[in-house]
Nanobody, 111 residues
Framework: QVQLVESGGGLVQPGGSLRLSCAASGSIFDIYTVVWYRQAPGKQRELVARLTPDGAPNYAGSVKGRFTISRDNAKNTIYLQMNSLRPEDTAVYYC?????WGQGTQVTVSS
């Protein structure tokens, strides 16, 4: 059983930055694609970014150019660097890989 633990969320002003982390208890990110999702209140969950085992990233159009997904294999950790944050980025952010999900971390963008 693998556990995924997200961290790094918080309150930030529009235009600010946050870096989310997703730490795995095992080495799965070099085997399975990892995906960051987000879900805002009253909205459907949406894919934000994903990273394949060979390191190919893919982004939702709404975050392309602002968010960057990366991986640290030594730490079994995935990062989501979020820059130029907007109020519409407010959501709970989840990471998922294979059948495993994290508990989510809240990101709030507000002045």
């Amino acid at each position: 059983q693998v556990q995924l633990v997200e961290s790094g969320g918080g309150l930030v002003q529009p235009g600010g930055s946050l870096r989310l982390s997703c730490a795995a208890s095992g080495s799965i990110f070099d085997i399975y694609t990892v995906v960051w999702y987000r879900q805002a209140p009253g909205k459907q969950r949406e894919l934000v970014a994903r990273l394949t085992p060979d390191g190919a990233p893919n982004y939702a159009g709404s975050v392309k150019g602002r968010f960057t997904i990366s991986r640290d294999n030594a730490k079994n950790t995935i990062y989501l660097q979020m820059n130029s944050l907007r109020p519409e980025d407010t959501a709970v952010y989840y990471c998922s890989s294979s059948k495993y999900w994290g508990q989510g971390t809240q990101v709030t963008v507000s002045s």
